[in-house]
C-alpha cells in the first residue's frame, strides 16, 4: 500500500509532524524527518489493522506542490 505522507515541522515540538489524509486520525510525530517516517508507518500499521479493510479509501495519485506568497 502506498500513502501520500505530509512532513511539517513544527517550530514549537521541534520536529516534524507526519499526518497520513487518505487514513483519517493517522498521525505521528519524530525529532528527524527519518523518525517521523519511522513513527508513522508503525501508526499506519495500527491504523490498517483495527479499520476494516473496505473503510479504507483506494490509492489515488497525488499532486504535492508549494505556493509561495
Known sequence: MRLLVNLIYD???KGYVADVPELPGCMS???????????VKEAISLYVE???P???KSERPAIT?????
Request: hydrophobic share 30%; no cysteine.
Open 54 to 56: 473496505k473503510k479504507l
Open 29 to 39: 510525530q519524530g525529532k528527524t524527518v527519518e523518525a517521523a517516517l519511522k513513527n
Open 50 to 52: 483495527t479499520v476494516p
Open 11 to 13: 517550530q514549537e515540538y
Open 65 to 69: 506542490t508549494t505556493v509561495e506568497v
